[in-house]
C-alpha cells in the first residue's frame, strides 16, 4: 500500500514500473498519460539510456525546484503544472530530460532517424558510437575530447564542417592503431560507408546538441578513413594485436561490435597506461546485452547464425532478457548447415540440441559443450601467420557465441570457458600444436572428471551422513547430484521415503520419480502447489542448483525458492547440493536481473487436453503477456547448509569458497 | 582380529559417554549411579587392559607397541589437561615409539591410531577436533623441509609436546580479549563449567571488574554448583538458579557466557544441555549470548537438529527410583545454532559465527 502514495512516486525520479502492463497505453492508464500521448510511455520509461544511468543525470536544476515544492507539500497545488492531477507528474520527471536534452543519446537516436530514414545501416551503428561516447568512456579516453565538445557547441552549423576537419586531424594521430582492428573484422564496407558519408552530410538546425554529437560522429568517421588510408600500407601484424588485445580484455563479450569498441577505448591508451586499463576492466564485470536496449540487440541480430523472431508480447519486467518465437529456429539452421562455415559440426550439434532442449540441466549441458570444445580443438590447425593461442580463443569465442543464440549460458558453462580460456592464454608458447592440442584436451577431460563426476561423488558421500533411517525426503525438479544421493543411500540399506515435488510445464520430476521407482524406492509425487500440505510430514529437503551466488543465494530453477521458503517456514532443513565449479562471484537479490525466459506457449496450452485450452488464441493478443520464468534465486536465510565439493558449508562461506578456490579452479 | 574387534567396541560402559566420564572424574561429581557404573567398568576393564599389554609384549608387525587409547587415557587423567590435548600427547607417543621410516608409513599408523582414538569415543568433539587438527599438521609437514626424515619426526613430536602449551596460552588469549565486553555493574549468566569461561571471569576479577553472576545449577552433573564455588573463591557476587529459573531471571542478567564442547562449522555451538534453551530465551530478550571456545575445538561437523550428532549419554539422579516404563532422556548436550549466538571469543580473536566456517575452510582444505 504504502509505495502507492501519489507524495513518494512524485519524490521517486526513476519510474519502475512493477508488474504485468501492457507495453502499449492500457485503457485503464489512458487517463493518467495526457502529456505524452503520442510516444508510447512504457518504453521510453524503460529505455535504458533513459532510465539506469546514474541518477547525477536526472534531476535539471530547473526541475529540482519543482520537487522540492511537491517534497514540501504534496497535497497543495503545483502551480507549474496546474492541470494536471499527481501521478502522472512522476511521468512529467521522465520526460524532462528528453525535452531538456539531458539524454543526448535519446535524442540524437530520434534526429538520426529523422534525417536518415532510408540508410538504416548507418542508423544503427551510430547511436552506438555515440552513446558510449556520452556515457564517458570515450571522453575519458580523448582527454581532449571535454573541450573539443564545449568547441564544437559554440560553433553554428556552417562552421561544422571546418571543425571536423581540423579536428579529425588531430585524431588521426591517435586513432590510427585503431583501424588494422576495424578494417579486418568489419571489412571495408562499413568503412566505406562512412567515408562517402560526409557528401550527403544536411545542414544541422535546431539543437546545439545535435550538432555537437553530428560533428562527434563526422570527425570518427574521418579519422576512421585516413586511418585505413594509413592501415593500407601498414602492417597486418599489428591489427592482431590489436584484435587480440580487445579479445583478452574482455574474453567472453558476445559481440563483435564491442570488440571494436573494447579496441578503440585500449588501443588509444598511450601505452603505459593499457596495462592498468585493461586490469581495471577485468574487475569490472563487463555488461551483459541488455534486451531492450534496441540498437544494440539490432547489432547483435546483424551478426547471429541464429535467426530468432522476439516475440511480441513480452512481459514488462523482463524485457531485458532475450525472448524469442520457439520452434522456428530450427528448420532455418538445419538449412543452413552446410553453410556454416566457421562452425565445428560438434559445437553445431550440440547447439542444436540446446535449442530443442534435448539436453538440460547444468551438468549435462556443461560437459556437452565441453566435449564438443574437445572435438573441436582436435580438429583444429592454426591458419597460417596466427598464433594458436590467440585464433584458438577467438574460434572458441565464436562458438560460445553461437551457443549464446542457441539457449542463454548457464553460470556452470560461463566458468567451464572461463576456465578454457584461461587455460588456452596460459600455455607454454614452446608447444607444438599437437602438444598444445593434446594438453587441452587432456585438461578438459580432467576438468570434466575432477570438478563435475568425482565433485559428484564427493557430495554424494557427505549428504549421504545426513539421511537417517525413517527419514521423509523432499526433493523439487529433477537434480542429478540429488539423484545420485537418493540412490546411494539407498544402496547403503538407508530406509527412507523421498517425495518428488513437480510443477509444469517441464515436468522433469517425472523423470527422476521414474528413475528412482524403477531402483526400488518408495516415492510420492505431487506437484507444486500441494507444497504446503506435504511439508509437515518431510525431514529433509534436498535440492539442486543451477548456480550459488557469492551471497549465499542460490540460483535454481524455478519453483525452488517457494519450496525453499515453505521448507523453512516449517523448520525442515533445506540442503543445497551443487558443485563448486558452479560457484559464481555476483551477487543477485532478485530473479529479475538476470534470468532466462522460456517458451511462453508451453505455460499457455496444456498439452493434450484441447478441453481446457482457454488461451488459444489469446496469446498474440496485445494486453495479454504470459511469462516463463526459468530460474530464480533463493535467498541464503532459507538454506540450512550447501553440501558441495570442499565439505558441508553454511551459505555464508560461500565467498569464502570463491575467494580460495577461484585461482586453483582456473588454473586446475 | 582381535585387536580390531576391541577396538569397535572400546568403550566399557556404552550407559556413559566416556568423555563425561572424565568430566565427573575431574570435577569429584560422585552420584550413585555413576558408582555403580564405575564398579561395573572395573568388571569389564581387566579384559581390555589385557588385550592392550598382550598387544604392547609382542612387537607387532603393524609397528603398533602400544595402544594409543591407554596414553590416551593416561594423559586424560590430568585435571588441567583438556582433551583435544591429550589426544595429540597420544598420538605424539605413537610417533615415538613408531618404527616406520618413511613419512607415508607414519602417516598411515598416526591415521589409524587418531581412528581409533576416534572411534573409542565418538561422542566427545575436541577429541575428534584434536585429532583431525594433529593429523592436518602432518600431512602438511614433509619430510622434504627437513634433512631427514628423523629430525622431521622430532619436529612432529616437539609440536604436540607444545600443543598443551598452546590450549593454555588459547585460554589466556581469550580471557584477555574478552575483557573489553565486561563492563562495571553487569550481570553474567553462566552455564555449565567452562575451564575457558573460568579463566575469563577470574581475569575480569583480577583486573577489579565489578560484575555479578548468575550460576545455573547444571543438572545432572551439578556443574553450575561447582562453578559458583570458584567464583565465591575469587570473591564476585554469585548467585545460583535452578536450571528451570533461567526465563524468570533473564531480565536482569546482561549477558549469557557458555564454553562450548565443540564449535561446529554452521558457527553454532554443542554444549552442555540447557545452553540451546538459554540462548533463545535471551535471543528473545535482545541479550548477548558469547561463546568463548578455543579454536583446537572447531570440529568438522554440521548437524541440521538436535538429534543429528552421536548423543553423549548421561546418567541421571532423581533421586527416587524411576519406573521401568518411563523412558528417561540422557543425552548430556545440546546443538546451539549460530542464529543464538552473538559472538565467539576465541584465540583466532574475537568472530561472529559465520566466519568459523571460514576458518575451518582455511585449516582443513
Redesign the interface.
Known amino acids: 500500500m504504502e509505495p502507492r502514495r501519489p507524495g513518494r512516486t512524485v519524490i521517486d525520479p526513476k519510474v519502475r514500473q512493477v508488474g504485468f502492463f501492457a507495453p502499449a497505453a492500457a485503457p485503464e492508464r489512458t487517463q493518467s498519460t495526457p502529456i505524452e500521448p503520442s510516444s508510447s510511455p512504457p518504453v521510453s520509461d524503460m529505455s535504458p539510456s533513459g532510465n539506469s544511468l546514474s541518477p547525477v543525470m536526472i534531476p535539471p536544476p530547473r526541475h529540482a525546484s519543482d520537487t522540492h515544492i511537491l517534497l514540501a507539500g504534496n497535497s497543495r497545488p503545483v502551480p507549474h503544472f496546474p492541470p494536471v492531477p499527481s501521478s502522472p507528474l512522476r511521468r512529467s520527471t521522465d520526460a524532462v530530460p528528453v525535452v531538456g536534452s539531458y539524454n543526448p543519446s535519446d535524442a540524437f537516436k530520434l534526429d538520426v532517424a529523422s534525417e536518415f530514414p532510408d540508410d538504416s545501416s548507418e542508423v544503427t551503428a551510430s547511436p552506438g558510437l555515440v552513446r558510449r561516447s556520452g556515457s564517458g568512456k570515450f571522453a575519458s579516453s580523448l582527454p581532449s575530447g571535454g573541450g573539443y565538445d564545449l568547441m564544437v557547441g559554440k560553433m553554428n552549423n556552417m562552421a561544422a564542417a571546418a571543425t571536423t576537419g581540423a579536428s579529425s586531424l588531430t585524431t588521426v594521430s591517435v586513432v590510427s592503431n585503431l583501424a588494422p582492428g576495424v578494417s579486418e573484422k568489419a571489412g571495408g564496407t562499413l568503412v566505406e560507408l562512412q567515408n562517402d558519408h560526409p557528401e550527403n552530410a544536411k545542414p544541422l538546425k535546431e539543437k546545439t546538441s545535435k550538432a555537437e554529437r553530428r560533428a562527434l560522429q563526422e570527425s570518427q568517421r574521418a579519422a576512421k578513413a585516413a586511418a585505413k588510408a594509413e592501415s593500407s600500407k601498414g602492417p597486418v601484424v599489428s591489427g592482431a594485436v590489436a584484435s587480440g588485445n580487445a579479445k583478452q580484455a574482455k574474453p567472453a563479450k558476445p559481440s563483435t561490435h564491442n570488440k571494436d569498441s573494447a579496441s578503440v577505448a585500449t588501443v588509444e591508451k598511450k601505452g603505459g597506461d593499457r596495462q592498468s586499463e585493461k586490469d581495471r576492466k577485468k574487475d569490472v564485470p563487463h555488461p551483459r546485452l541488455q534486451f531492450d536496449d534496441k540498437s544494440r540487440v539490432e547489432k547483435a541480430k546483424k551478426r547471429a547464425i541464429v535467426k530468432q523472431t522476439e516475440a511480441m508480447n513480452r512481459v514488462e519486467l523482463f524485457r531485458h532478457l532475450p525472448q524469442y518465437e520457439h520452434g522456428t529456429q530450427l528448420p532455418v539452421l538445419e538449412s543452413k548447415f552446410f553453410q556454416l562455415d566457421p562452425m565445428h559440426p560438434a559445437v553445431y550439434k550440440v547447439g542444436l540440441r540446446y535449442l530443442t532442449g534435448d539436453i538440460s540441466g547444468g551438468n549435462a549441458r556443461c560437459i556437452a559443450m565441453l566435449q564438443a570444445f574437445q572435438e573441436a580443438i582436435k580438429d583444429y590447425s592454426t591458419p597460417p601467420e596466427k598464433t594458436l593461442i590467440r585464433d584458438l580463443t577467438a574460434k572458441i569465442s565464436s562458438y560460445v557465441s553461437f551457443l549464446i543464440e542457441c539457449r542463454p549460458l548457464s553460470i556452470s558453462m560461463g566458468n567451464a570457458i572461463r576456465f578454457l580460456k584461461s587455460r588456452i592464454a596460459n600455455l607454454p608458447l614452446n608447444l607444438s600444436e599437437s602438444e598444445a592440442k593434446a594438453l587441452l584436451q587432456s585438461d578438459i577431460d580432467r576438468f570434466i572428471n575432477e570438478k563435475i563426476l568425482l565433485a559428484d561423488k564427493v557430495i554424494v558421500k557427505h549428504a549421504v551422513t545426513?539421511i537417517?533411517d525413517g527419514d521423509i525426503l523432499l526433493t523439487y525438479g529433477s537434480s542429478s547430484a540429488v539423484e545420485m544421493i537418493f540412490l546411494h543411500a539407498h544402496e547403503l540399506g538407508k530406509h527412507f521415503r523421498v517425495v518428488v515435488v513437480d510443477s509444469r510445464p517441464k515436468l522433469e520430476g517425472q523423470l527422476l520419480l521414474r528413475r528412482l521407482v524403477a531402483k526400488g524406492l518408495s516415492c510420492t509425487y505431487t506437484h507444486i502447489n500441494a507444497v504446503s500440505y506435504i511439508m509437515h510430514e518431510v525431514t529433509?529437503v534436498f535440492l539442486g542448483a543451477a548456480s550459488v551466488l557469492s551471497n549465499g543465494t542460490v540460483y535454481s530453477r524455478v519453483g525452488t525458492a517457494c519450496v525453499a521458503m515453505v521448507a523453512h517456514a516449517f523448520r525442515v532443513?533445506v540442503?543445497v547440493c551443487c558443485e563448486a565449479y558452479k560457484f559464481h562471484e555476483r551477487v543477485q537479490l532478485d530473479s529479475i536481473c538476470f534470468n532466462e525466459l522460456g517458451d511462453p506457449d508451453t505455460i499457455a496450452k496444456v498439452p493434450g487436453r484441447m478441453e481446457i485450452n482457454y488461451l488459444n488464441n489469446w496469446t498474440h493478443s496485445e494486453n495479454l503477456q504470459l511469462l516463463n520464468l526459468i530460474y530464480d534465486a533463493t535467498p541464503s536465510d532459507y538454506i540450512?547448509?550447501i553440501i558441495t565439493d570442499?565439505?558441508?558449508?553454511?551459505p555464508?562461506?560461500v565467498p569464502?569458497?570463491v575467494r580460495?578456490y577461484r585461482r586453483e579452479q582456473l588454473w586446475l | 582380529m582381535s585387536e580390531v574387534s576391541s577396538f569397535q567396541n572400546p568403550n566399557p560402559n556404552p550407559k556413559i559417554s566416556a568423555y563425561y566420564q572424565t568430566r565427573a572424574a575431574h570435577h569429584g561429581v560422585v552420584t550413585s549411579d555413576w558408582l555403580a557404573q564405575a564398579h561395573a567398568a572395573v568388571g569389564i576393564g581387566p579384559d581390555s587392559d589385557d588385550f592392550s599389554t598382550a598387544a604392547g609384549a609382542e612387537p607387532s608387525s603393524v609397528g603398533k607397541g602400544f595402544s594409543v587409547i591407554d596414553e590416551f587415557n593416561n594423559w586424560r587423567k590430568q585435571p588441567d589437561l583438556a582433551e583435544a590435548v591429550a589426544a595429540i600427547r597420544a598420538l605424539a607417543s605413537v610417533i615415538r615409539s613408531s618404527n616406520a621410516t618413511t613419512m607415508m608409513e607414519l602417516e598411515i599408523e598416526l591415521k589409524k591410531a587418531s581412528d581409533s582414538l576416534k572411534s573409542w569415543d565418538t561422542t566427545s568433539i575436541s577429541l575428534t577436533a584434536g585429532c583431525d587438527l594433529f593429523i592436518r599438521y602432518v600431512t602438511r609437514t614433509s619430510a622434504l623441509e627437513y634433512e631427514d626424515f628423523n629430525s622431521a619426526k622430532s619436529r612432529l613430536i616437539e609440536r604436540a609436546e607444545k600443543f598443551g602449551e598452546i590450549s593454555y596460552k588459547a585460554r589466556r588469549i581469550i580471557a584477555m580479549v574478552s575483557q573489553e565486553f565486561i563492563f562495571d555493574g553487569c550481570t553474567i549468566l553462566v552455564h555449565g563449567f567452562s575451564r575457558v569461561v573460568l579463566e575469563v571471569l577470574k581475569t575480569a576479577a583480577q583486573n577489579r571488574k565489578l560484575f555479578r553472576v548468575f550460576c545455573t545449577e547444571g543438572r545432572p552433573d551439578r556443574t553450575g554448583l561447582r562453578f559458583s564455588n570458584e567464583m565465591a573463591k575469587l570473591d564476585v557476587p554469585v548467585k545460583l538458579l535452578i536450571d528451570s529459573a533461567v526465563a524468570y531471571s533473564m531480565d536482569e542478567v546482561d549477558m549469557v557466557f557458555v564454553g562450548a564442547d565443540g564449535v561446529v562449522?554452521?558457527?553454532g555451538v554443542i554444549n552442555m544441555m540447557g545452553t540451546y534453551q538459554i540462548a533463545l530465551v535471551a535471543h528473545s530478550m535482545n541479550k548477548p549470548v558469547y561463546v568463548a571456545a578455543e579454536s583446537y575445538k572447531f570440529a568438522?561437523l554440521?548437524p541440521?537438529?538436535q538429534k543429528?550428532m552421536a548423543p553423549a549419554l548421561l546418567p541421571i539422579d532423581f533421586g527416587v527410583p524411576i519406573p521401568s516404563k518411563v523412558e528417561v532422556e540422557r543425552s548430556a548436550r545440546d546443538y546451539t545454532p549460530?542464529q543464538y549466538l552473538t559472538l565467539l571469543f576465541t584465540d583466532l580473536g574475537v568472530l561472529t559465527p559465520?566466519v568459523v566456517?571460514?576458518e575451518l575452510?582455511?585449516l582443513?582444505?
Open positions: 545426513k537417517r529433509r532443513p540442503l540450512s547448509m570442499f565439505g558441508m558449508v553454511p555464508t562461506s569464502v569458497i580460495e | 562449522e554452521s558457527g568438522r554440521y541440521l537438529d543429528d549460530p559465520s566456517s571460514d575452510i582455511q582443513y582444505l
